[in-house]
């Protein structure tokens, strides 16, 4: 299998990308990386290292920056490393891409480089939120989309419970709707809408879900529009930074606490654990006619490791081939 990585996308490129991915191609030798960005870098950042058999440069001489408008640089930046990952994807010279750059723009790669699977009128971006039973909780849409129709949260519902299952291994996923309430009829009028699709529909539809129940992992496959789902979102990666910061100030009071810092310390870490971004890779744009992942802006190495990871367990599991029977069968 071959999987292209955006090398110049994110907050540390290129360097964590290529330290990633000779970490990838060291750890999975039947996996071709593909790194796309400016050759000259690439291939000097790789000589410095022990560059594996398996990892190849493909040059592209642009980068679409965090700054730059989604549409307008897809459109006018056609060599950016970020657009040719996604054309290797459509050519089927990769059988995925991951890129750790701005998301708008790899959202407009993924619709107009890569391109929709028939029957899917919205990607969704479906990261996993960390839950306090380790298994997570895969929640779409997180952000592709600000606005949402029911036939929209049906689509996520299918594709989230697929991917779940195919890459993540849950057998039989629980799919929940994040609402306002657990009663059926609470809600906005989508909301309403929707929950009769998903009780129909061809998965384990478990009923309303509250937000403040999310991380106790009452669900395997979280549903909502992309507006409230990228609040929620925000809101519990704002609440774990101000969680943690404040522990910071209280542990380094005095020698007492800090002495009780020392003793907590390994639950401590544990806890941080649980909650870093990095020990789930990325977040699939799903619904597009390829595997897209998006890693995490600021990733390292070890996300961008683990990003691999997750592609690899798509390509392998056919994901799209079963999605695409899936939506098709309806």
Same mark, same amino acid.
């Given at each position: 299998m071959r999987i292209?990585?955006?090398a110049m996308g994110g907050d540390h490129a290129p360097v964590s990308n290529v330290e990633g991915a000779i970490a990838a191609a060291q750890l999975w030798t039947d996996t071709e990386i593909i790194l796309v960005g400016d050759e000259?870098?690439?291939?000097?950042?790789?000589?410095?290292?022990?560059?594996?058999?398996?990892?190849?440069?493909?040059?592209?001489?642009?980068?679409?920056?965090?700054?730059?408008?989604?549409?307008?640089?897809?459109?006018?930046k056609k060599d950016a490393s970020m657009v040719v990952a996604g054309r290797l994807v459509k050519e089927k010279q990769a059988e995925a891409m991951i890129s750790a750059g701005n998301t708008g723009a790899l959202m407009a790669t993924g619709l107009?480089?890569?391109?929709?699977?028939?029957?899917?009128?919205?990607?969704?971006?479906?990261?996993?939120?960390?839950t306090m039973n380790d298994q997570g909780v895969l929640a779409l849409d997180l952000g592709a989309n600000?606005?949402?129709?029911?036939?929209?949260l049906?689509?996520?519902?299918?594709?989230?419970?697929i991917y779940r299952e195919k890459v993540y291994g849950v057998k039989n996923p629980?799919?929940? @709707?994040?609402? =306002?309430?657990?009663?059926?009829?609470?809600?906005?009028? $989508? +909301? /309403?809408?929707?929950?009769?699709? #998903?009780?129909?529909?061809?998965?384990?539809?478990?009923g309303n879900v509250e937000s403040r129940d999310v991380l106790n992992g009452n669900c395997d496959v979280l549903v909502c529009d992309g507006f409230v789902g990228?609040?929620?979102?925000?809101?519990?990666?704002?609440?774990?930074?101000? @969680?943690?910061? =404040?522990?910071?100030?209280?542990?380094?009071?005095?020698? $007492? +606490? /800090?002495?009780?810092?020392?003793? #907590?310390?390994?639950?401590?870490?544990?806890?941080?654990?649980?909650?870093?971004?990095k020990e789930h890779g990325g977040a699939p744009l799903l619904g597009l006619d390829g595997i897209v992942i998006k890693a995490h802006g600021s990733s390292d190495a070890t996300a961008v490791q683990n990003a691999v990871r997750q592609a690899r367990a798509a390509i392998?599991?056919?994901?799209?081939?079963?999605?695409?029977?899936e939506i098709s069968g309806k």
């Amino acid at each position: 299998m071959r999987i292209a990585i955006d090398a110049m996308g994110g907050d540390h490129a290129p360097v964590s990308n290529v330290e990633g991915a000779i970490a990838a191609a060291q750890l999975w030798t039947d996996t071709e990386i593909i790194l796309v960005g400016d050759e000259a870098e690439l291939e000097r950042l790789l000589a410095e290292r022990t560059k594996p058999a398996n990892v190849r440069v493909h040059h592209s001489s642009e980068v679409i920056l965090a700054d730059d408008e989604p549409v307008k640089a897809v459109r006018r930046k056609k060599d950016a490393s970020m657009v040719v990952a996604g054309r290797l994807v459509k050519e089927k010279q990769a059988e995925a891409m991951i890129s750790a750059g701005n998301t708008g723009a790899l959202m407009a790669t993924g619709l107009l480089v890569v391109g929709r699977m028939k029957g899917i009128e919205r990607p969704a971006l479906a990261p996993i939120i960390p839950t306090m039973n380790d298994q997570g909780v895969l929640a779409l849409d997180l952000g592709a989309n600000m606005d949402a129709k029911p036939e929209h949260l049906l689509q996520y519902a299918i594709m989230g419970s697929i991917y779940r299952e195919k890459v993540y291994g849950v057998k039989n996923p629980r799919v929940g @709707l994040l609402n =306002v309430g657990t009663e059926a009829m609470k809600g906005n009028e $989508l +909301t /309403k809408e929707t929950y009769p699709l #998903l009780e129909q529909a061809p998965i384990r539809f478990i009923g309303n879900v509250e937000s403040r129940d999310v991380l106790n992992g009452n669900c395997d496959v979280l549903v909502c529009d992309g507006f409230v789902g990228n609040i929620l979102l925000k809101s519990l990666e704002g609440t774990a930074g101000a @969680l943690f910061s =404040v522990l910071k100030q209280e542990f380094t009071r005095s020698w $007492l +606490t /800090k002495l009780a810092a020392s003793i #907590l310390m390994p639950g401590l870490k544990r806890l941080r654990s649980k909650m870093d971004y990095k020990e789930h890779g990325g977040a699939p744009l799903l619904g597009l006619d390829g595997i897209v992942i998006k890693a995490h802006g600021s990733s390292d190495a070890t996300a961008v490791q683990n990003a691999v990871r997750q592609a690899r367990a798509a390509i392998r599991n056919n994901f799209i081939e079963t999605i695409s029977s899936e939506i098709s069968g309806k």
